[in-house]
Nanobody, 111 residues
Framework: QVRLVESGGGLVQPGGSLRLSCAAS????????IGWYRQAPGKQREFVSEISSGGNTNYADSVKGRFTISRDNAKNTVYLQMNRLKPEDTAVYYC?????WGQGIQVTVSS
């Protein structure tokens, strides 16, 4: 079974950048559609972005043009490059593949 572990979160000022990583165990990682979701305090978890096994990508309107998702199948890792961050991007970010979720990682955008 695939296991997903997020890293790269933290505190950043508005306008700054962070890169999240989602590292997967399991040799069939390359077959999975991998998505990023986020959950802000008091809100429901929402879709952020996803990337297919073939590299096709989708983004939520709120992050389009600012976030970029990519994957390195040789490293079993999916990345989320987040630029021009806003306070409303503050949330716990989760990596998802099929029925498997990572533990989540905090991203805080604040001055």
């Amino acid at each position: 079974q695939v296991r997903l572990v997020e890293s790269g979160g933290g505190l950043v000022q508005p306008g700054g950048s962070l890169r999240l990583s989602c590292a997967a165990s399991g040799s069939i990682f390359s077959m999975y559609l991998i998505g990023w979701y986020r959950q802000a305090p008091g809100k429901q978890r929402e879709f952020v972005s996803e990337i297919s096994s073939g590299g096709n990508t989708n983004y939520a309107d709120s992050v389009k043009g600012r976030f970029t998702i990519s994957r390195d199948n040789a490293k079993n890792t999916v990345y989320l490059q987040m630029n021009r961050l806003k306070p409303e991007d503050t949330a716990v970010y989760y990596c998802n593949g099929g029925l498997v979720w990572g533990q989540g990682i905090q991203v805080t955008v604040s001055s």
